[in-house]
């Protein structure tokens, strides 16, 4: 049984009736992700919201209050799963929701190549190339994950206003995502606008050898040609979990990382602001190299909100992202 308070009684009784078409039943399985329930769960949860809806039009007794309550067990729950207009099913929302540039959750059928921006900006389907895919045997939250495996496995999205994440010391973004390494990697790019010599923008690169020195960086240039950077600050992550990582500039132009919570680097160059590229954005890719062997899941990046401005630890994701 999932163990969550219940509702104020307002809130299911009476409840309003909908019928649970398909639309509504993404829409519900979404919040159920949010909260973390697993596959399994989430099936029966959505299977009983229309056994309970589909004998309640045909007449059947008792209340539906009792119902739900009987079948799905949480008072919470069933007043999710079969009113979520009425109430949010307690899926936080994202107060700077309006500056997120993209925003991926992984979310698919197995070996799908299908791959959404969820975010405002609505970039669209991303272009893949290689073997990227998405993949149900891994993933942090949700049912899949994106694989990549070293063979040219990436994913584009056409130059955009959005990649250029700052152009003056003031100008702040964030940048998170989830990581499960595969092994180790020698200059393994995760994800950047940075395609070739000339058009260097920015990007973040993994590289983990026998001895590491450092098991990620942010790089970003001001010219397109010379690169700055920024390194993790943690000797390795281990290969076959997932990591937490982010990376903020404030209005300041201090740029810092975290890994898993902890904080990991930071530099406050004399200038801060990017080339403005006119390449493409690329998961998987950069400098024209590929070579990641991981899964990413939940990326975010949001430009002109610094979200984390401080040199200490801070709270690592439970859930999936908002997406209001």
């Not at 070739?196 to 098991?215: C, Q, V």
Request: net charge neutral; proline share 5%.
């Amino acid at each position: 049984m999932i163990d969550l308070p219940p509702p104020p009684k307002f809130l299911i009784d009476p409840p309003r009736i909908i019928r649970p078409d398909e639309g509504l039943m993404e829409a519900t399985d979404r919040r159920m992700k949010l909260l973390g329930l697993d596959r399994a769960v989430r099936r029966v949860m959505l299977s009983e919201t229309r056994n309970v809806v589909a004998d309640l039009e045909a007449g059947k007794k008792p209340v539906l209050r009792d119902v739900i309550v009987r079948r799905i067990g949480n008072p919470l729950l069933a007043s999710m799963l079969v009113n979520p207009f009425v109430y949010g099913g307690g899926v936080a929302t994202d107060p700077s929701i309006a500056n997120v540039v993209l925003l991926l959750g992984f979310e698919g059928a197995n070996n799908s190549t299908t791959l959404t921006d969820e975010s405002p900006a609505a970039h669209g389907s991303g272009t893949v190339n290689g073997d990227a895919h998405i993949d149900t045997a891994q993933f942090k939250f949700g049912s899949s994950s994106g694989k990549f495996d070293t063979s040219g496995d990436y994913w584009s999205w056409a130059d955009s206003n959005d990649w250029r994440l700052s152009t003056a010391n003031s100008d702040t973004f964030t940048i998170e995502f989830w990581i499960r390494p595969n092994g180790t990697a020698s200059n393994a790019s995760v994800m950047g606008q940075a395609a070739g010599f000339g058009s260097w923008a920015w990007y973040i690169d993994r590289t983990e050898t026998g001895t590491p020195t450092y098991a990620m960086t942010f790089n970003w240039s001001v010219n397109g040609t010379v690169l700055q950077t920024l390194n993790l600050g943690v000797v390795g992550l281990t290969s076959g979990a997932w990591h937490y990582i982010a990376i903020s500039k404030n209005s300041s132009g201090k740029i810092r990382s975290w890994y898993n919570g902890n904080f990991g680097n930071s530099v406050t160059p004399a200038d801060s602001s990017m080339f403005n590229s006119t390449a493409a954005f690329e998961l998987g890719r950069a400098l024209a190299t590929t070579g990641l062997n991981a899964w990413l899941d939940e990326v975010r990046i949001t430009k002109g909100v610094c979200r984390y401005d401080t040199d200490g630890s801070i709270s690592v994701p439970t859930a999936a992202f908002p997406r209001s």
